[in-house]
């Protein structure tokens, strides 16, 4: 049972905030091949000490190298982070990268996918003295960038963006002209932002 806890929170609290995922699980991995190669016979330590030094001098080689595309890699208590940069668009990706978060062309306004519906929401309602929008989960800011698209140039939106992740902001901020969509932006969890207010 205290192995099972302290396996449990090390690695969430302790190790993954200070050091990060990729080296927390090449020392975990390290630490169960040290305790093998003591179970082994000794003929055979010295051959599998060789080939341990030889993988992880790969993995520290490799380490630097970002994939295709990608222009940017940070990796947050939260997640892994990573611009992906295709012709004139940039893409915000998490962890895997199986999806994106947000889209950023700054040729054009529309990205032609479907992150461009989020410009015919605020036509749900009628127009009257203006809108005001709370993202949850802000990312890269496409939402709050494209909210007003099919609105009148002059209209007042008045955006609040929510995102856990510092990060995230500074990612956005750098690569993905969030500070030029006029959302003011809270670094807070999601649930605390809504606990907090009255509207």
Do not use: W
Not at 49 to 64: E, G, K, M, N
């Amino acid at each position: 049972t205290i192995g099972s806890v302290v396996g449990t929170l090390t690695p969430t609290l302790v190790l993954v905030p200070r050091f990060g995922v990729k080296v927390t699980i090449v020392a975990a991995a390290l630490a169960f091949a040290g305790t093998g190669i003591f179970l082994l016979p000794r003929r055979m330590r010295l051959p599998l000490v060789a080939l341990i030094i030889v993988l992880v001098t790969l993995t520290i080689l490799r380490a630097d190298r970002l994939p295709d595309g990608v222009i940017a890699e940070v990796e947050s208590p939260y997640q892994l982070i990573r611009v992906v940069e295709e012709g004139s668009r940039r893409k915000l990706t998490f962890n895997e990268g199986a999806g994106f978060q947000s889209i950023y062309d700054p040729s054009a306004r529309r990205s032609g996918l479907y992150t461009d519906y989020v410009g015919v929401t605020p036509l749900l309602r009628p127009y009257i003295d203006g809108h005001r929008l709370l993202i949850l989960g802000l990312a890269g800011g496409s939402v709050a960038r494209q909210y007003g698209d099919f609105l009148p140039a002059d209209a007042k939106i008045d955006t609040v963006g929510v995102e856990v992740d510092p990060a995230v902001v500074a990612i956005a901020r750098e690569y993905f002209a969030l500070d030029a969509t006029g959302a003011e932006v809270r670094v807070r969890d999601a649930r605390i932002e809504l606990l907090a207010s009255d509207e």
